[in-house]
Structure formats: C-alpha cells, structure tokens
C-alpha cells in the first residue's frame, strides 16, 4: 500500500464524526471469538446495560517466567478501532507459547453504543483513576487490585486531531524501549505522526515521553494507575480517526503485536514463529 497517498477524511470537525459500531452487535461477536479461542471472560463492571468484561488466555506453557500482559480499550466510545482491534488480537493465533493475556476491549460500552467519549454522565472515565467517581472507575480498580502486575500494559485510543499513529511511552526504570520498534512496524500500515508537538507535548517520529509524576496530576487517565500500581512499562497507542477505519485497526493490533514479541524477544524467550495477522 502507498501511504503516502492516504488522505485524511477531513470529515472530523470538533469531534470525531467518522464510522460507528453498535456496541451489542460487537458484544456478541466478542463472546463468539472469546469462547472459540480459549479466552475465559470475567465480568466487572456495567456500562448502560452493557457488560464490562475482562478477558484472559493462560499461556499455552505454564511458568511462572511467563510474560504478563494487559490489554485495554474502548474507554472512549468514539473511539471504535480499539475494540474492534481488540477483537482481532483475540481472534489471533498463536501468540508466542510464554505470553500469558488480559483483554479488557471496551471499558465504556454504552458510550461506544452513542459515539459518546465519557460515561451516561457525563464524565471521562480516563481522567477518573484517582480517587474514583464513576462506578465504572471504582470495578475497574477494585478488579485491578486483585490482579497481580504486568510486565507491560496497551492502552488502545483514536484521535481525531491527529496527522498518522503515535504513543505514549511510560518506562521509569529505563528497560528497553520498544517505542522505536512499535513505530517503525506500525509505519508500514499506517502514516505517523511526525510533528514535533502533540496534544501541547514534545513528540519525536511519533513518539512521546510524558515527564509528569502521576502524584502531581489529579486527574489520573488509566495509564497512570497502571504504571503507578500495576506495571512498570506500558504504552497508550493512539490511532489517528480521521483515516480509514480498517487502518486504524490493523495499526492498533501491529502496534501491540510487535511490542509483545519484541518484549518476549528481549526477555530471552524464544518466539515461535513470526505473527501473522488473522
Ligand atoms: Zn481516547
């Protein structure tokens, strides 16, 4: 494909106005896919009626060396890639044998049913990770508290500003970066981002490193729940909405795929075979 002849749909004005899924058709289609590929679902939560599930594979080799990952999207409900590209990661097979997974593909169901970022009332729930408000936060937490840590957690979003993909990095221990590797696999399905500043930050060829301290932010997004209580690297994957909506997808499950075979990579796991997207 020649990205470079990829425009956007100018069709975002304010807000994102491009394709929408029906949250209950999805749901269905997620339990089809769940059951089919070895997933065991968990409820925590409800979203208007919804379920809020979380998902997970156990490692087709059981050790305690496995590599722990978490997956999350759909906290924004106008933004359908990431629950559709949550679909297909559990639809993908076979992940490497020491990769152990949790899938929690949409967070806020009812607002994905509306096009709608916040909850029923009004709130962003990925500014509500700190003393939570929303009930949807307050399950969301207390089912993470009960979890032991990742090794790495994927926060999946869309903007609709944005000019191609990009991230957000969180690694406060300096461990390896898989930024770089995440960026240079997703550029051949998708057109970065490549200004300078995103959303008011100083980015590098779709790169961002956020230099706040969580303690200094009231309004924590899950991202900073994670890597202050549950992870110590991780990354919020931004798809750019105002492209076509099968891009954005296959950006989104690119981007997780590598980072996860880089890491088992780096781990000194062998990887059993390149993936292959399904
Ligand atoms: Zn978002």
């Not at 997956?71 to 076979?94: Q, R, V, Y």
């Not at 490193?209 to 549950?230: G, Q, T």
């Not at 750019?240 to 795929?257: C, E, G, I, K, Q």
């Amino acid at each position: 494909m020649n990205l470079a002849a990829v425009q956007k749909s100018g069709k975002n004005q304010g807000r994102y106005l491009g394709e929408t899924i029906r949250a209950g058709e999805w749901l269905e289609k997620m339990e089809f896919t769940g059951a089919r590929n070895g997933w065991t679902g968990e409820l925590i939560a409800k979203s208007e009626n919804f379920p809020v599930k979380a998902w997970h594979l156990p490692a087709r080799v059981p050790s305690p060396g496995n590599l722990r990952v978490y997956i999350s999207a759909g906290i924004h409900g106008d933004e359908p890639a990431g629950p559709l590209a949550a679909h297909d990661l559990m639809a993908f097979t076979p992940w490497p044998d020491n990769v152990e997974l949790w899938i929690l593909p949409c967070l806020n169901p009812g607002a994905l049913e509306h096009n709608r970022r916040e909850n029923a009332q009004g709130l962003d729930l990925n500014r509500d990770f700190r003393d939570s408000k929303t009930h949807e936060c307050r399950s969301h937490v207390a089912w993470l508290e009960r979890q032991k840590p990742w090794d790495i957690y994927f926060c999946l979003h869309e903007d609709w500003e944005s000019h191609g993909f990009y991230l957000y990095e969180q690694n406060p221990d300096d461990r390896p970066s898989l930024a770089e590797w995440i960026i240079q696999e997703v550029g051949k399905v998708c057109p970065i981002d490549l200004s300078e500043n995103i959303e008011g930050r100083t980015a590098h060829n779709g790169i961002i490193r956020p230099n706040i301290h969580p303690l200094e932010r009231p309004d924590w997004p899950e991202a900073f729940y994670l890597i202050s209580h549950k992870s110590r690297q991780g990354y919020t994957l931004e798809a750019p909405s105002d492209f076509p909506l099968p891009m954005r997808v296959r950006a989104l499950t690119t981007a997780v795929l590598a980072g996860i075979h880089r890491l088992a990579g780096l781990c000194g796991h062998p990887i059993p075979g390149q993936p292959v997207q399904a």
